[in-house]
């Protein structure tokens, strides 16, 4: 005696939902143990220009609104404000640590009422130890104790890296100076 078809169909039907519900699951378990192929962290020092220490800074606002002026970045939010900065790297917090590259990009504050900004960077090194960039692209949302930005690709030491960057403020002193430890993890490695 031959089973009838819808049996047949509903039984197919439900091995293959056991199939891919497993096949889903054996995927979420292996995506949550992959470990970065590599793992640095760096330090960078941004002094920005604010008309009296041209000698030392490392950013200039070079767009700002309407209301805004190039020396002092705009209201509460710095809403419209656009640097471009060359931030010396070290491995350590202290400014006056041997750099191991530049910090070399800009950042935009975008949001009225919230302190945030969009970046894009990259980590220039030219040493005996890296050489080549990593590239790094994302919102920041300064008021977060860490934030994660995305690592977009890279040349020389780190050609086609892609990770995560972790950025945390490590210091802040008004308007002129700040420092970022970036802990980046790479998840791509191609070397």
Request: proline share 4%; glycine share 8%.
């Amino acid at each position: 005696m031959k089973p009838p078809k819808p049996i047949i169909s509903t039984l197919m039907f439900l091995l293959f939902i056991i199939f891919i519900c497993g096949f889903n699951s054996a995927l979420a378990q292996k995506r949550s143990v992959i470990k970065p192929c590599q793992r640095l962290v760096f330090y960078f020092h941004d002094i920005i220009y604010n008309g009296k220490n041209a000698k030392n800074a490392t950013s200039a606002i070079v767009g700002a609104p309407a209301w805004g002026n190039r020396t002092i970045l705009a209201g509460k939010e710095h809403f419209g404000d656009l640097v471009v900065f060359d931030d010396p790297i070290t491995l350590d917090n202290n400014l006056h640590s041997t750099p191991v590259g530049r910090a070399q990009g800009f950042y935009l504050y975008d949001k009225k009422d919230v302190f945030t900004a969009w970046l894009g960077f990259s980590f220039v090194f030219n040493s005996t130890e890296h050489k080549g960039s990593i590239n790094f692209a994302g919102a920041d949302p300064l008021m977060n104790k860490t934030r994660d930005v995305s690592v977009v690709g890279g040349t020389g030491d780190f050609f086609m890296a892609r990770g995560i960057a972790t950025l945390m403020t490590d210091a802040f002193e008004g308007e002129v100076y700040f420092r970022l430890r970036v802990d980046i993890k790479l998840y791509e490695c191609w070397w």
